[in-house]
């Protein structure tokens, strides 16, 4: 069974850096792609990043570009992202998400993701 659990979410300011982390079990990792979808107070959730199975890939949304990196640790089965330059409109609950087809590329759709973890809150204060 996968299940996955993210972490590192927090009050931050402006301006500041989090590094999210999501470990996963189960085997399927190895050969899975890997999303981060956020979701803010009243909006749908909406894609922030991907990374294919073996981490030589990665897309972003476009407001996020050059703020966020993202990437994976298929020893310890843990992907992260990296956000810098934090803003209040980054402001949302973070869910990681796996795609479970094998040798899965990077993709902002939400469909191809059959699994996903409980979120971590990230809260930008100005």
């Known amino acids: 069974q996968v299940q996955l659990e993210e972490s590192g979410g927090g009050l931050v300011q402006v301006g500041d850096s989090l590094r999210l982390s999501c470990a996963v079990s189960?085997?399927?990792?190895?050969?899975?792609?890997m999303g981060w979808f956020r979701q803010a107070s009243g909006k749908e959730r909406e894609f922030v990043a991907s990374?294919?199975?073996?981490?030589?890939?990665?897309i972003y949304e476009d407001s996020v570009k050059g703020r966020f990196t993202v990437s994976r640790d298929n020893v310890n089965k843990s992907v992260f992202l990296q956000m810098n330059s934090l803003k209040p409109a980054d402001t949302a609950l973070y869910y990681c998400?796996?795609?479970?087809?094998?040798?899965?590329?990077?993709?902002?759709?939400?469909?191809?993701?059959?699994?996903w973890g409980r979120g971590t809150q990230v809260t930008v204060s100005s």
């Open positions: 990374i294919n199975w073996s981490g030589s890939k990665s």
């Open positions: 189960g085997e399927t990792f190895l050969v899975s792609a």
């Open positions: 998400a796996l795609n479970s087809r094998p040798l899965s590329s990077a993709s902002p759709d939400q469909g191809l993701y059959d699994f």
